[in-house]
């Protein structure tokens, strides 16, 4: 069912048999290719509680394993911990010479995504469906975020006395890198290099993905 104005309005047109044309909504395709992972952000943007909130909204309207819907999410603003949480964080793992983020350009917001069970194939693979729909989520309401796996859980659990494993974190903001896609055939190395202030990422071409 519609649960927002724009929504229901596009419902109650549909039930009267008008044509919905919509307009400003970007493809899937724009927030894919939107969706990048910045590992540095603007410090004078402050992520609000409630846009951290719109980004965990997705999780009851997406799939999980036996429908389990496992995870449970801390939010974090600048205000509520988030101002120096990122030092428990490592970002760029194939860059440790630039040691990621760039001072000043820490993120400030996180959802540090908690399961319910034990980590096994399936809550990994829900975990993966849960912090990819966050992050298109995030993108569509103008903000980018780094899905972070590196990190000592014990110590993420004691700083935030969760009771629960903390298995990802998304880092929330408004993203600062210049990054681009590059399009690679197989066997290139896929590691992500920087040049001249850019960020490049290499993907494996379409044709090169199909058996
Ligand atoms: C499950 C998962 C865990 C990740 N963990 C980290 C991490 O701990 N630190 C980091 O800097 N990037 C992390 N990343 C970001 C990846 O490095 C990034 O997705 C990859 O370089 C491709 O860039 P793109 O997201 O812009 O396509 C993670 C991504 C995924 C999907």
Redesign the pocket.
């Known amino acids: 069912m519609a649960d927002n104005y724009l929504e229901r309005r596009e419902e109650a047109l549909r039930t009267a048999g008008r044509t919905v044309v919509r307009r400003n909504t970007p493809s899937l395709d724009t927030l894919l290719l939107r969706n990048?992972?910045h590992?540095g952000f603007d410090a004078s943007y402050e992520v609000a509680m409630r846009q951290l909130e719109a980004i965990v909204s997705v999780n009851p309207r997406i799939p999980s394993s036996k429908n389990g819907q496992v995870f449970r999410f801390k939010l974090l603003d600048a205000a509520s911990g988030g101002r120096d949480f990122c030092r428990f964080l490592?970002?760029?793992?194939y860059l440790p010479e630039l040691k990621l983020p760039v001072p000043g350009t820490e993120p400030q917001a996180f959802i540090v995504v908690c399961s319910t069970l034990p980590e096994s194939p399936s809550v990994d693979i829900d975990l993966?469906i849960a912090?990819q729909s966050m992050a298109l989520k995030a993108v569509e309401i103008g903000l980018n975020v780094?899905?972070?796996?590196?990190f000592n859980r014990q110590e993420v659990k004691d700083a935030l006395g969760l009771e629960l494993e903390p298995l990802a974190v998304l880092a929330v903001g408004k993203g600062t890198d210049k990054?681009e896609l590059v399009e690679v055939p197989e066997g290139t190395d896929l590691r992500?290099y920087r040049k001249d202030g850019v960020h490049y990422?290499p993907k494996i071409s379409l044709k090169d993905l199909l058996l």
């Open positions: 990048r992972s590992r490592r970002f760029g793992a993966g912090l780094l899905i972070v796996r590196a990054i992500y990422v």
